[in-house]
């Protein structure tokens, strides 16, 4: 950029956020996101792009990895009695992998239902961190004003986990073009990258042809379960959660993209009842997940109707957590329509549109056998 003459007026840019990496009598050279290249250019300096980082420019709605964090400490510092910023450790690279808690007496464990959003387990699957980030302000901004939410705030112990995959999703935006990346970026050898972190959980890994065993493929599993740091610090996260041999997290939301689809496990075998999901735990899945997609207008099924994938988080979250778990693919329906890469402005619109699905699973967390009127018999 240009037009920079004196100390002061690189103090501004810096200011603005950007990082100056050189200077050349009026020229700055700086690493900025696209929306810091826009409030330097609102300070009246000419910016000229070499190389993007971050969004492509007409992207700059999404949020890369550090707006991301920085709009999570902003948000957690502006609530500080309701929200937390954790962390579930590192991800392959080293990025810290945020976890978010939100609960009335937030820095206390009480004795309430947990729930737990997370999101962009694949890298492409921005509108997902997007998601997260709507649930953290929807739990937040509006806690005290509104009483629904204000309701499941105190009642309820929500965790949000915005960002599965920091390494991927950084990669798929590098010199801001897509990379249309979906898996992490563990280095396999021969010049091989990344495993599918939906292929990559405990519960019937690999076991029918849901997935891949070779490195090349968008689908491989990896050599074991877990191998991936990231599952590695989400079960760590989950299992940390099983207190007094109960697990406290009740039921969940995976979010991905796209279909626009509400989907249930299993996800390994279209059998719809197996081992450990009996038919009235069928019934109640099937019920939650039509009722969560008559409100946002998405197809709800169990998650093999769409294609066997085995290795997926929600198997692994009922199967041996007992956690009602659900899929979420959203915005758009097709790929004519944005595909992986829907324009920023429908982040708004698309995020809203799984308020009231994300809301209900949240009251429906104390007892979800309520939804076929079976609390009596299990709650
Ligand atoms: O992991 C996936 O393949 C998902 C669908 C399953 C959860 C059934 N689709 S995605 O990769 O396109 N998000
Ligand atoms: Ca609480
Ligand atoms: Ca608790
Ligand atoms: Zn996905």
Redo the contacts with the bound molecule.
Sequence with gaps: MSGAWTGADRSRIAGAGAAIDSVQNDRVNITATAAEAQRIERLGYRVTRVRTEGFPAADAGYHDYAEMMADLDKTARAHPTIMRKLSLGKSYEGRDMPLIKI????A?D?D?PEILYDAHQHAREHLTVEMALYLVHLYTDNYGKDARITRI?????IWIVPDMNPDGGEYDIKGGTYHNWRKNRQPLGAGYYGLDLNRNWGYKFGCCFGSSNQVSSEIYRGPEAFWAPETQRLRDFVLSRRIGGKQQIRAAIDFHTYSELVLWPYGYTNATTAPGLNADQQRTFAALGKMFARSNGYTAEQSSSLYITDGSVIDWLWATQGVWAFTFEMYPASPEAGGFYPPASTIAPQTARNKEASLLLAEYADCAYRVIGKQPAYC
């Design positions: 609960s009335d007496n937030v206390k009480e309430e705030v105190n009642s309820r112990e």
